[in-house]
């Protein structure tokens, strides 16, 4: 699925994903392909992105997650990759 991710400056992260994890302020949420449309608040916490090769990880502050047909778009105050 396309996931990007956005803070409120750039776009931090853009491409094909196999899941996204985040924790929301309801709990944790994992997002795979055909996910129905929602929207999620986040906690400042990280969100994880699973991709076919390995992971990657961004902290996300002040975050909601964007669920649409064809895939999330992550929206943050501020986005940090964690190496």
């Given at each position: 699925?396309?996931?990007?991710?956005?803070?409120?400056?750039?776009?931090?992260?853009?491409?094909?994903?196999?899941?996204?994890?985040?924790?929301?302020?309801?709990?944790?949420?994992?997002?795979?392909?055909?996910?129905?449309?929602?929207?999620?608040?986040?906690?400042?916490?990280p969100v994880?992105?699973?991709?076919?090769?390995?992971?990657?990880?961004?902290?996300?502050?002040?975050?909601?997650?964007?669920?649409?047909?064809?895939g999330?778009?992550?929206?943050?105050?501020?986005?940090?990759?964690?190496?």
């Amino acid at each position: 699925m396309e996931c990007k991710i956005l803070s409120s400056e750039r776009e931090v992260f853009s491409g094909d994903v196999k899941g996204l994890f985040a924790r929301g302020v309801e709990g944790w949420v994992g997002i795979l392909s055909r996910h129905a449309p929602a929207a999620f608040a986040l906690v400042d916490a990280p969100v994880r992105v699973v991709l076919e090769d390995g992971q990657r990880t961004f902290h996300v502050r002040n975050g909601l997650i964007d669920v649409r047909r064809k895939g999330a778009i992550v929206l943050g105050d501020e986005v940090v990759e964690v190496a």
